[in-house]
Structures are given as C-alpha cells and as structure tokens.
C-alpha cells in the first residue's frame, strides 16, 4: 500500500484544496447514510440555534433603546416587556435547541462510527494476507482503526458548526454593520491569525499521531499481552511481570516525552493565534469608544455594539475552530479514505474472474517458489506437487521446511513468488478468490478459539447458509468431541471462553476436535489440517485417522503431521527439506528408498521403542509403538 498518506508527500495547495473538498463531501455523505433524520435534525438545529443567536442582538439593541428611553423618562414598564419576553424566548430557544443537538450528535456520531468500523472490517478482511505481514500495514490499520470511528463525523460536526457560526455571523455582522459599517471587517480580521495557526496546528496533530503508531501499537501489545488470559499463566510461571511492566514504562515514557514537546508546540501555536484575536478584538472596542466620543454613534447602539462585537468573537472563533477541526480531521481522513480505497484496490487486483469447475478438479502446484514479504530466505524452492481429487496426502518435514507455507498456497491463501499453482488445468490465480475458497476447508495449527458458542464454533465453518444444527453434531461426532460439546453446561450453546459471563473453557485437545469439526462442517472438496492431531491424545488421534477416509467419503485432503503413525496411511507422502521437495511417495516405496522419509521414521519409531519399558505414560507409547511399527 501507499505511504504517501502516513508521510505526507509534498502536494500542491490546488491539488490539497481538491482533494480536501472531496473529503468533506466524503463525510457528510457518511453521516447522511449513517441516518438521514438525524442529519437532517441536526442541520435543523444548526439552523435554529444560529438563528436565535442573531436574533439575540437586534433584540439586545431594541431593548437597551427602550432601557434608555425609560432611564430619560418616556416610555412605561410596559414597553419592556416585549423585547424581554422575546430575549428570554430566543435565549431559551437558543439553549433547548443547543441541548437538543448535542443529543443528536452523540446518536449520530454512533451511527457514522458503526458504519466507519464496518468499512474497515470489510476491508481488514479482504486483502491479501500479505499485508499481514507488513508492519506498516498494522501502523496504518491502528491509526484507521481509531481515526475512521471518529474522524468523519468530526469533519461533519466542524461542517455543520461553521455553518451555524457563519449564519450567526451573518446574522449578528448585518445588526453589526447597522450600527456601523467599520466594525464588521476589523473583527473578521481578528479571524485570520486563527486560520493560519489552525492549519498548522492540525499539521502538527497528524505528524506527532503518525509518529507515534508503532509506539502506541507495541503500548497496546504490551498492556495486552499483561492483561489476557491465555498469557496469564506462562508470566506468573516465567515471572516475566517486571520484564513487561518495566517494557510499558519505557514505551509510556517516552511517549509522554514526545508528547509534553508536542503540545508545548502546539500550545505556543495556538496562544500566537489567540493573543492576535484578542489585540484584535481589543481594538475593535478601542474604535468603538472612539466612534461615541465623535458621536458616530449612541450609547444604546454602543451597548447593542459590544453584544454584538462579543457575540460576534465567538462565532467568529467557532468559524475558524470548525475550519481547523476540518483541516485537522481532513488529513486523518485522508489517511482512512487511503486505506480503504487502497485495502480494496488490492483484494481486486489480487482476485480473478474466472468462476472455478463445479466439481474440484485437483491442485497441482509447478515449480513453485514462495518468499515471504521482507524475508530474503525463500521459504519454498521450485516445488512441484500434485493432488488429484479423492487423494489423500500428507507433507511431513522438520521445522521450518515448509509444509505450513505449501499449505498456505494450495489453498489459495497466497501467490506463489514464481511458478504456479493450477486448479485443474487453469491457474488458480486467475480464479474467483471467494468460488475457490468455497471448495477448501483449512485448518491451521494456530486454528481460532472464538469466545462464540460450541455452536458457532463449529457452524463459522460455512456462514453462506443458514446454520444446521444437525450437521454440526455430525461434524463434533466425527471429530469426537459430541459428547464433550453436550456435556456442557449449556450444551452445544455454552461460551467457549471465560471472557463472557456463563463462559466455560475446553481442553487443547477438544479445541482442536471443535476445529477439525469445522472444517468437516464447510463440507468442502478439498480438506487441509495442518497438525491437525497434535495436541490429541494418540487414541483419539487414532480413531480419528483410522475413519478419515470414510469421513472423507471420497474429499482430497492435504493434512500436515509429525506424527508417523499418522502420515503412514496417506496415499502419498511428500517429504520437504528447506523449502524443497525431496521425496515423495506411499510408506511402503519412501523406507523402500531408505531415504529422508524412512530415517525420521525409524528414529521416531526407535524413540517410542526405547520409551517402552518406562513406567510412565505406558499405554499411550505402547499404542503409538504399536501404530508405528
Ligand atoms: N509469515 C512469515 N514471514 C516470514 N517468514 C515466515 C513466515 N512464516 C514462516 N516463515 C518462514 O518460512 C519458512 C517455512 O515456514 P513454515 O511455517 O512453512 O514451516 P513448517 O514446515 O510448517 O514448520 P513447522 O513444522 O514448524 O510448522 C521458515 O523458515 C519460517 O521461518
């Protein structure tokens, strides 16, 4: 993805100016669509409110003439008592419709987040997993995260408060000129000093958060990682609190030392900007005193004057604050609106068009080659595989040889860097991502516990269709984990996970069935378990292997395994070294070969042979012997 919008490339004031308009038309699109009857209430409200205000001033201006016809006797109580009753009106208008927006603003503003957080799942979702891999990508995904919730609405809110300042202005500038014409432009001058520091205060705001991302992403990993279950018990055990709490501090601190010189600046910005308002409105007054002692004007339209020239300072202020806050918001905006376009840019271009056969014809990976983005070392060398439908085979190799990476690309998950996977006889690049995927069940070692129910653990399988109860039973019994899953408290409807009231938690190994019950659920053509079985105990990992084929009834499936009581009843095996394909074959031709296959075989064999005679652990070993030997 681009940069250019965290770093601030140097931009022509037309292009930013065009570029600014169309984030603004951007955001209240957003809030219109977030909800029409709330925008359209607010704008009322905008309206009435900066309307009450100016009324306020020629009313103020009728009253202090009556005021001052009664001080110089003409005039009774009575004449009072219209301006009065119509200042307290409008005051109160001005108020109730206040409070009243203020209401319709916190709705809105929730509106318009849901509708941001949901843009940004879409698309968080859908690129290409590479950008997983990116820490420039999580800066910018923190960033958006935060700024996409309020950022929008707050360009609106400073759109809608420099509408209703501006009518204000205008309102309460026309009693001012009335008064007297030289008033108006000195006071809209006092404004200018506030744009110009605005705009770089805004600046400064965007630079110190862009800055500060990676910061704040390891603050938040940190505070996290002391704070979550999973972690919980691996820091008492390793004692590792001090560690991390001291890493908090260091990060905190420096933070806040960037911070105490971030806003010195910015507060030395806006204190320039406000001095050079308020000489300004000093100077207004000057002139107005000036102006009775020539008896340019009358006391009573001197009072009105200096409501005015107040009232006026105000919503001059809130002019320019509402065009800082655009400004300011408008870069962050900016960064979204970046995001998005470009987050969506990407899952098109990495997507295909052509719909894949109906019934999985295979997948066939050719001098495939794959290097992780920012690694040098290739985590796949040229490697050539074929799965043919109904075929069941299994990758086995040490750690770090690949098998987890091959995976990745035969699902579709990733390109290949160079060589290429077919599905059938067409590249499966050229595919429709979301067609393939729908013929590919995969599940990883690092599978997910959602804190959903056992239901949805299961049934987050396939989410196209309406969720069957009855197939995800079948699924957990397959998986063996039915009588577990019914076991529970609420049966299949408990939460699995703690973190929700009534929450209850599984074991690794029925967490991994649940998985593997999830996969079996998405009934797809092509099943991948990658180390499907390795928190299982060698029993259930048994049962579980010794009834794929009928559970498969007649899928492809690609499973990863160290286990080689497991691998040995695939159709193939292929063996991975370095990235590599080294050899492939049934059990009975790979110990024929007396090759990699048949030593790590035999020497885990031995292992479990030697293990034998020791008291602990007795049955699994002797089972497990029993299955590799
Ligand atoms: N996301 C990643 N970014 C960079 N390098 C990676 C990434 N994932 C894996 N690798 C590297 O790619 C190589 C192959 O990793 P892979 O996970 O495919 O191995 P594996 O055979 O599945 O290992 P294991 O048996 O430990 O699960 C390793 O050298 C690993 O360090």
Do not use: C
């Given at each position: 993805?681009?940069?250019?919008?965290?770093g601030?490339t140097?931009?022509?004031?037309?292009?930013r100016?065009?570029?600014?308009?169309?984030?603004?038309?951007?955001?209240?699109?957003?809030s219109?669509?977030?909800s029409?009857p709330?925008?359209l209430t607010?704008?009322?409200l905008?309206v009435l409110v900066?309307?009450?205000?100016?009324?306020?001033?020629l009313?103020?201006s009728?009253l202090?003439d009556?005021?001052?016809?009664?001080?110089e006797?003409?005039?009774?109580?009575a004449?009072?008592?219209?301006p009065?009753?119509a200042?307290?009106a409008?005051?109160?208008?001005?108020?109730?419709?206040g409070?009243?927006q203020a209401s319709?603003?916190?709705?809105l503003?929730?509106h318009?987040a849901?509708?941001m957080?949901?843009?940004?799942?879409?698309?968080a979702?859908?690129?290409?997993?590479?950008?997983?891999?990116?820490?420039?990508?999580?800066?910018?995904?923190?960033r958006?995260?935060?700024?996409?919730l309020?950022?929008p609405f707050?360009v609106?809110?400073?759109?809608?408060?420099?509408l209703?300042s501006?009518?204000a202005?205008v309102?309460?500038?026309?009693?001012?000129?009335a008064?007297?014409?030289?008033?108006?432009?000195?006071?809209a001058?006092?404004?200018?000093?506030?744009?110009v520091?605005g705009?770089?205060e805004?600046?400064?705001?965007?630079?110190f958060?862009?800055?500060?991302?990676?910061?704040e992403r390891?603050?938040?990993?940190t505070?996290y990682?002391q704070?979550?279950?999973d972690?919980?018990?691996?820091?008492?055990?390793?004692?590792s609190a001090?560690?991390?709490?001291a890493?908090?501090?260091?990060?905190y601190?420096?933070?806040l030392?960037?911070?105490?010189?971030?806003v010195?600046?910015?507060?030395?910005t806006n204190?320039?900007g406000?001095?050079a308002?308020?000489?300004?409105?000093?100077?207004?007054?000057?002139?107005?005193a000036?102006?009775?002692t020539?008896?340019?004007v009358?006391f009573?339209?001197a009072?009105?004057a200096v409501v005015a020239?107040r009232?006026?300072?105000?919503?001059?202020?809130?002019?320019?604050g509402g065009v800082?806050?655009?400004?300011?918001?408008g870069l962050f905006?900016d960064?979204?609106?970046?995001?998005?376009?470009?987050?969506?840019?990407a899952?098109r271009?990495a997507?295909?068009?052509?719909?894949?056969p109906?019934?999985?014809p295979g997948v066939?990976a050719?001098?495939?080659s794959?290097?992780?983005?920012?690694?040098?070392?290739?985590?796949?060398?040229?490697?050539?595989?074929?799965l043919?439908p109904?075929?069941?085979?299994?990758?086995?190799g040490?750690?770090?040889?690949?098998?987890?990476?091959l995976?990745?690309?035969?699902?579709?998950l990733?390109?290949?860097t160079?060589?290429?996977?077919l599905?059938?006889?067409r590249?499966?690049?050229?595919?429709?991502?979301?067609a393939?995927?729908?013929?590919?069940a995969?599940?990883?070692?690092?599978?997910?516990?959602?804190?959903?129910t056992?239901?949805?653990?299961?049934?987050?399988?396939?989410?196209?269709?309406?969720?069957?109860?009855?197939?995800?039973?079948?699924s957990?019994r397959?998986?063996?984990?039915?009588d577990?899953?019914?076991?529970?408290?609420d049966?299949y409807?408990?939460?699995?996970s703690?973190?929700?009231?009534g929450?209850?938690?599984?074991?690794g190994?029925?967490?991994?069935?649940?998985?593997i019950?999830?996969a079996f659920?998405r009934?797809a053509a092509l099943?991948i378990?990658?180390?499907?079985?390795a928190?299982?105990d060698?029993?259930?990992?048994?049962?579980?292997?010794?009834s794929l084929?009928?559970?498969?009834?007649?899928?492809?499936?690609l499973?990863?395994?160290?286990?080689?009581?497991?691998v040995r009843?695939?159709?193939r095996?292929v063996?991975?070294?370095?990235?590599?394909?080294?050899?492939?074959?049934?059990?009975?031709e790979?110990m024929?070969?007396?090759?990699?296959?048949?030593e790590?075989f035999?020497?885990?064999?031995?292992?479990?042979?030697d293990?034998?005679?020791?008291?602990?652990?007795g049955?699994?070993?002797?089972?497990?012997?029993?299955?590799?030997?």
């Amino acid at each position: 993805m681009a940069d250019s919008a965290a770093g601030g490339t140097p931009e022509s004031d037309g292009r930013r100016g065009r570029r600014l308009l169309r984030l603004l038309g951007g955001s209240l699109r957003v809030s219109w669509q977030a909800s029409r009857p709330l925008f359209l209430t607010m704008l009322a409200l905008q309206v009435l409110v900066a309307g009450a205000l100016a009324g306020q001033v020629l009313v103020v201006s009728a009253l202090l003439d009556v005021l001052l016809g009664l001080a110089e006797g003409s005039g009774g109580l009575a004449s009072v008592t219209g301006p009065v009753l119509a200042l307290a009106a409008l005051t109160g208008l001005a108020t109730v419709a206040g409070g009243l927006q203020a209401s319709a603003r916190r709705v809105l503003g929730e509106h318009v987040a849901r509708l941001m957080a949901e843009e940004v799942q879409e698309v968080a979702t859908s690129v290409p997993l590479e950008h997983f891999e990116s820490a420039t990508f999580y800066d910018r995904l923190q960033r958006v995260r935060v700024n996409a919730l309020s950022r929008p609405f707050q360009v609106t809110q400073g759109m809608f408060d420099l509408l209703g300042s501006s009518i204000a202005t205008v309102g309460v500038g026309a009693a001012l000129v009335a008064l007297h014409p030289v008033l108006l432009p000195l006071l809209a001058l006092g404004g200018l000093p506030l744009l110009v520091t605005g705009r770089r205060e805004g600046r400064l705001e965007f630079a110190f958060r862009v800055a500060q991302t990676t910061n704040e992403r390891e603050r938040i990993y940190t505070n996290y990682v002391q704070s979550s279950r999973d972690e919980a018990k691996e820091i008492r055990a390793f004692q590792s609190a001090p560690w991390l709490q001291a890493r908090y501090r260091e990060l905190y601190g420096t933070y806040l030392a960037d911070l105490a010189r971030h806003v010195r600046r910015r507060a030395l910005t806006n204190g320039v900007g406000n001095l050079a308002a308020a000489v300004v409105l000093a100077g207004v007054l000057l002139v107005l005193a000036w102006l009775i002692t020539r008896g340019e004007v009358t006391f009573s339209e001197a009072g009105a004057a200096v409501v005015a020239v107040r009232m006026l300072q105000g919503q001059i202020q809130g002019i320019f604050g509402g065009v800082q806050q655009i400004f300011e918001s408008g870069l962050f905006l900016d960064d979204v609106h970046a995001f998005l376009t470009d987050g969506r840019a990407a899952a098109r271009a990495a997507d295909g068009s052509e719909e894949p056969p109906a019934a999985f014809p295979g997948v066939f990976a050719h001098g495939v080659s794959f290097t992780y983005p920012g690694s040098r070392r290739p985590a796949l060398r040229d490697v050539d595989l074929a799965l043919r439908p109904g075929e069941v085979v299994a990758l086995v190799g040490a750690n770090g040889s690949g098998k987890t990476t091959l995976a990745k690309l035969l699902a579709g998950l990733y390109e290949p860097t160079s060589g290429t996977v077919l599905w059938g006889d067409r590249p499966l690049a050229g595919m429709r991502g979301a067609a393939v995927r729908s013929q590919v069940a995969v599940i990883f070692q690092d599978f997910v516990h959602y804190a959903y129910t056992a239901t949805w653990n299961i049934a987050l399988g396939r989410t196209d269709v309406p969720v069957d109860h009855k197939r995800v039973r079948r699924s957990a019994r397959v998986s063996g984990v039915d009588d577990a899953l019914a076991g529970l408290p609420d049966g299949y409807e408990s939460r699995l996970s703690r973190m929700f009231p009534g929450g209850t938690e599984l074991s690794g190994g029925q967490w991994q069935r649940v998985a593997i019950a999830r996969a079996f659920y998405r009934d797809a053509a092509l099943v991948i378990l990658d180390e499907p079985t390795a928190a299982m105990d060698p029993l259930a990992e048994h049962d579980l292997f010794s009834s794929l084929r009928a559970t498969l009834d007649g899928r492809t499936a690609l499973f990863v395994s160290h286990r080689f009581s497991t691998v040995r009843s695939a159709d193939r095996i292929v063996v991975l070294d370095d990235g590599a394909v080294v050899e492939q074959g049934s059990h009975d031709e790979l110990m024929a070969l007396d090759g990699a296959y048949a030593e790590m075989f035999t020497v885990q064999a031995r292992s479990y042979l030697d293990g034998a005679s020791a008291p602990t652990n007795g049955r699994a070993e002797a089972s497990a012997t029993d299955r590799t030997t």
